[in-house]
């Protein structure tokens, strides 16, 4: 069990550092962003954790960033 969660945290690590060679940090920053957005609405269809307006202008700043940010790069 341990090798496994080893093996999979290497990989892991091995992707992003093949991610930033070929590309930028910021493409890795913007990575993290979108997956953070992804837990939330995870969070909130399957495990059905409340929606605030809070999180709906978080979540709804970060999409347009990273609009912003793909549109303009």
Same mark, same amino acid.
């Given at each position: ?6 093996? %999979?945290?290497?990989?892991?690590? %091995? &992707? ?10 910021? &493409? ?30 978080? %979540? &709804? &700043? ?5 609009? %912003? ?5």
């Amino acid at each position: 069990l341990m090798l496994i969660g080893g093996s %999979l945290a290497f990989f892991m690590v %091995l &992707t992003e550092y093949i991610l930033v060679s070929a590309t930028s940090a910021i &493409t890795v920053t913007i990575a993290g962003v979108v997956k953070e957005a992804v837990t939330i609405l995870v969070a909130v269809f399957y495990f059905h954790d409340e929606f605030t307006w809070l999180k709906g202008v978080g %979540l &709804t &700043t970060t999409m347009v960033g990273v609009s %912003l940010f793909n549109w303009y790069k």
